[in-house]
């Protein structure tokens, strides 16, 4: 049975009514399958989590003693993350190259999940008392949106969703307010409750003006392309809260060597050369007095090759990474992704080798002692912070020095690098800082929570600064020359002990080496005997290979 209106009924102020009553009900049913629905916005953990822990004092906030912040005050909302996933479904490149980087797997890769754990259960800081809370200044940067959600707390009741697993995730920088970079670990105002999430792709399409505001565009946000927003996270100060047994402690400076280097002097900041779509590239560039093209890429190369290195047994190196990369078989397949790392790898291990340089020469004013006296100039031409920057402890450079006689034979031997031990010899030149214990130990692990004093076994490089270092290669009686000394410059991201957390804690003992990545090898032929004091010799830079 069906009703028929005559023509005129539509003619009439009832009939207009209910016709456009008709297309407003169809309308509302069309938008609510587009626009998202009602969410609460800001979580108060006295009334909504009220077994959240806050030890610390009611002064503080509630992410402390990470230096992380909301607008209101208020921890995230878990339910409403939107997660990198989401972004990836218009924006796929970015998203893929983020997969690849360190941001994505900031709380997942297994050697800081491992010694974070070991921070916060394991070292006398974290045993003495509230060891999970004082772990949020470590999650603050590693793990961003579990720290602002609330999950960092003994009795945790938030849902560990998928947003919170992809660790710096797009968002946590898109939806950044200000930096505090100076005051580190964190120190970031992220308003993600602010914003309007998860609009469908055709709401965006009509207005990607109000799409860019929200996910804080550079022309909407400077901070976007400013040093100050890496700066919140690569400054690392650990606070009394921590480790009440010294000052607050200051143990990664990235941020303030940038400050005072010749980049932040012209103007270059972090985002410019590492996120460069070539870094290595773009860093060239400027060591030849250019100004290159802007140009972007979310892989946020850095310095490690060790978990962007696909010649590593897949199995290994997806478990280092935390498993699966985000997105996988959603957005892409896992060829898709190797290929990817593959890149992402080239682009960090070009980084590191174009910010050293290396020279050998003899060293003036040497004694005739019969020994080959050199001196090895180091030169941080391309980086815009220190080399080695980051966390010291794990993060150093070494010289190796071999040298040969004229029929081959090594006559003299430092620094080399023992493959089945994971160490280089004791005697090696390296920059290095050594954090020791109370008891002036030295500490291997990256125990941060106890650490007590801090000493430098030589101060990394400032920008476009070099270091030299007086090298005697003691010689054999009667050896013969010429003598070819090749000396290489080394780089390593973690000493071999950090892996010992891994299996401390109960996840697997990893049966490998932590290799390290030749930066640089300069070859110099000298005399042998009395008269190598006094010669000039001959230097020329060999090719560049090594384990990475």
């Known amino acids: ?59 503080h906030p509630p992410f402390y003693p990470a230096e992380l912040s909301t607008p209101d005050g208020k921890l995230l909302n878990w339910r409403a993350v939107p997660g990198a996933l989401n972004c990836g479904e218009c924006h796929l490149k970015e998203t893929v190259e983020w997969a690849t980087s360190m941001h994505a797997i900031s709380d997942l ?7 974070v754990l070991e921070n916060t259960l394991a070292s006398r800081a974290g045993k003495a008392a509230h060891g999970m809370e004082k772990g949020r200044w470590c999650e603050a940067c590693h793990n961003p949106l579990g720290t602002l959600a609330g999950a960092v707390t003994p009795a945790n009741s938030v849902q560990e969703i998928a947003a919170m697993e992809e660790g710096t995730a797009c968002i946590v920088c898109h939806a950044a307010n200000r930096a505090e970079p100076l005051a580190g670990n964190g120190a970031l105002e992220i308003d993600i409750n602010g914003i309007f999430r998860y609009a469908h792709p055709a709401l965006i399409a009509a207005a990607p003006s109000r799409h860019a505001q929200d996910m804080r565009a550079r022309r909407v946000q400077p901070l976007m392309g400013s040093s100050a927003l890496c700066g919140a996270c690569h400054t690392e100060i650990r606070p009394t809260s921590v480790n009440a047994a010294t000052p607050p402690l200051n143990l990664q400076d990235t941020y303030s060597e940038w400050r005072q280097s010749p980049y932040a002097a012209a103007g270059i900041q972090c985002q410019d050369c590492h996120m460069a779509a070539d870094p290595a590239g773009f860093v060239a560039a400027l060591k030849r007095g250019e100004r290159p093209r802007k140009t972007v890429s979310h892989r946020f190369a850095g310095n490690n090759y060790l978990l962007s290195n696909t010649a590593l047994p897949a199995g290994l190196l997806s478990a280092l990474r935390g498993g699966s990369p985000p997105g996988l078989n959603r957005l892409y397949d896992r060829a898709t992704f190797k290929k990817e790392l593959g890149k992402t790898h080239e682009a960090v291990v070009a980084l590191l080798r174009e910010a050293a340089e290396l020279r050998v020469e003899a060293a003036p004013g040497a004694p005739r002692d019969g020994a080959l006296h050199l001196r090895v100039l180091v030169t941080n031409a391309g980086a815009g912070h220190a080399l080695p920057t980051g966390p010291l402890d794990q993060r150093y450079l070494w010289l190796e020095v071999q040298a040969k006689d004229a029929a081959g034979n090594t006559v003299f031997h430092q620094g080399k690098f023992d493959e089945k031990k994971g160490e280089e010899d004791p005697e090696a030149v ?25 000493h430098y076994t030589r101060k990394p490089v400032p920008p476009r600064q070099t270091d030299a270092v007086d090298v005697r290669v003691a010689l054999p009686a009667g050896v013969q020359g010429p003598v070819t000394v090749d000396v290489r410059l080394w780089y390593r991201m973690a000493v071999q002990d950090i892996l010992k957390n891994i299996e401390n804690q109960g996840l697997g003992k990893v049966d490998a080496i932590v290799p390290p990545l030749l930066l640089k090898e300069v070859r110099h032929t000298g005399a042998a005997g009395a008269a190598a004091a006094s010669a000039a010799g001959r230097t020329h830079e060999a090719g560049q290979g090594g384990k990475s």
């Not at 890769?109 to 010694?115: G, I, K, N």
């Not at 390296?430 to 801090?454: N, S, Y």
């Open 1 to 59: 049975m069906s009703v028929k209106f005559p023509a005129r009924f539509f003619a009439l102020p009832l009939g207009r009514f209910l016709l456009a009553l008709a297309a407003a009900l169809l309308l509302a049913l069309a938008l609510d399958r587009l626009l998202p629905p009602p969410v609460d916005l800001g979580v108060t953990p006295e009334k909504d989590l009220p077994l959240y822990s806050k030890p610390f004092g009611k002064e």
């Open 109 to 115: 890769d297994l050697v800081y999940d491992s010694t």
């Open 430 to 454: 390296r920059w290095m800082k050594e954090v020791r214990d109370i008891d002036g130990k030295p500490e291997r692990r990256h125990l941060l929570f106890d650490a007590f004093t801090l």
